[in-house]
């Protein structure tokens, strides 16, 4: 088993399942303990994590807020590790936090941090939400 | 394989940041009944959203049809018997490439070149190296409000620097985009409550941390593959299952 990798028990209609859980990039793969294909996928997009019960955290969607996938930790430690990690999964938060800080340093030097990589007109790094 | 399909669905159909859009023909390998293989193209409406291109049957339709993710990828020219071809590749050598065709020299470029910036790796890159040239340029500030009484200890250069400004753990954070679309005209103001910073990744990790941001260029990037073949496989069989239908209703 790779390192890195915590076990934790989902809730599904009640129901305690052991299962691998692993972040890569903003999809949360879950698997049986003992295989090496994941089972399912949260895709992390607008999505809301919440501290729960001791240990417990759960994350729910935007589109559909009452249902929420719930996972139990051995630690409320772990428990915290996992809400700060899986807060900052999401690509538009990353999106926002490069906004966010090219704004800041613009403002402080009155320079485009992005210029010097040649990519200050990407779509994807603009301030505006746009449509095409 | 499970998905929260319909949460995706809505990611795809949302107003969220569109990084591209447009038509694109998407290379289709058949596999008929005798045996007999053939190429193809479909015509589908692409849509990329950050790492994720989403692609469906029509511009108005509600609910992709298939999904890519663009980690561990290469986007590529291709020696195509299409003009204006280009292919994703994945460093896994199971996963299956996408082939597709523009419609003329300026899309194909436009879409090689988003494709190429999507990886969420790619985004981190650029967040990091901003972080970085904030506090430089925190530090380099602070330096120059600095009272000569003070004696000169250098410039702290790590993230407790209290001349940073206040992206503290405390501000409310924005969670995953969770609030934040259709919330108005919020622009340049919206932005004084600053996400906070991305943590650092940790070194020597114990098995008790969680993995933090793994790099998408690792074996674990086959769940992509999986899951690409899984999305699309679906909406294959029911369509087929449909055709079969049809055909047998016209005789």
């Known amino acids: 088993m790779p390192a890195g990798l915590t076990v934790t028990t989902l809730f599904s209609f009640s129901v305690l399942k052991k299962r691998l859980v692993k972040l890569v990039v903003n999809f949360l793969f879950y698997f049986r303990t003992d295989e090496a294909e994941p089972i399912g996928a949260l895709l992390l997009e607008h999505c809301r994590i919440t501290k729960e019960e001791e240990n417990v955290f759960s994350i729910s969607f935007i589109e559909e807020p009452e249902r929420k996938y719930c996972f139990e930790c051995d630690s409320e430690e772990q428990c915290q590790e996992w809400i700060e990690a899986l807060k900052r999964a999401s690509y538009e938060f990353m999106r926002r936090s490069l906004i966010f800080y090219r704004n800041e340093i613009q403002k402080m030097t009155g320079k485009d941090p992005l210029e010097q990589f040649g990519i200050s007109e990407e779509a994807r790094f603009q301030l505006a939400s746009h449509k095409q | 394989m499970k998905l929260n399909e319909r949460s995706v669905?809505?990611?795809?159909?949302?107003?969220s940041p569109t990084d591209h859009a447009g038509f694109l023909r998407k290379r289709v390998e058949r596999h008929h009944?005798?045996?007999?293989?053939?190429?193809?193209?479909?015509?589908?409406?692409?849509?990329?959203?950050?790492?994720?291109l989403f692609y469906f049957e029509e511009r108005e339709s509600r609910e992709p049809v298939g999904l890519v993710v663009l980690e561990g990828c290469t986007v590529e020219l291709c020696e195509a018997a299409e003009e204006f071809a280009f292919a994703i590749r994945f460093d896994d050598a199971g996963a299956k490439a996408y082939v597709l065709v523009a419609d003329g020299q300026a899309a194909m470029e436009a879409w090689v070149k988003a494709l190429s910036r999507a990886s969420f790796d790619y985004m981190r890159l650029v967040v990091r190296e901003l972080e970085k040239q904030l506090e430089e340029a925190c530090a380099s500030l602070a330096a120059c409000r600095k009272s000569p009484r003070r004696s000169s200890s250098g410039r702290r250069r790590h993230l407790s620097n209290p001349a940073l400004p206040p992206v503290q753990e405390k501000q409310h954070v924005l969670e995953n985009g969770y609030s934040t679309w259709g919330s108005g005209p919020d622009r340049d103001?919206?932005?004084?409550?600053?996400?906070?910073?991305?943590?650092?990744?940790?070194?020597?990790?114990?098995?008790?941390?969680?993995?933090?941001?793994?790099?998408?260029?690792?074996?674990?990037?086959?769940?992509?593959?999986?899951?690409?073949?899984?999305?699309?496989?679906?909406?294959?069989?029911?369509?087929?299952?449909?055709?079969?239908?049809?055909?047998?209703?016209?005789?």
């Not at chain 2, 009944?33 to 994720?52: A, E, I």
């Not at chain 2, 070194?203 to 073949?229: D, I, M, N, R, Y």
């Open chain 2, 9 to 15: 669905a809505h990611y795809a159909t949302c107003d």
């Open chain 2, 33 to 52: 009944h005798h045996g007999h293989h053939g190429t193809s193209y479909q015509r589908r409406w692409f849509v990329l959203k950050g790492n994720l």
């Open chain 2, 189 to 251: 103001g919206g932005y004084t409550k600053p996400p906070p910073l991305p943590p650092r990744r940790r070194s020597a990790a114990g098995s008790s941390v969680p993995a933090l941001q793994e790099s998408p260029v690792s074996p674990e990037t086959t769940c992509f593959a999986k899951l690409h073949h899984w999305y699309g496989q679906e909406i294959a069989v029911l369509r087929q299952e449909w055709q079969e239908r049809q055909k047998r209703g016209h005789p």
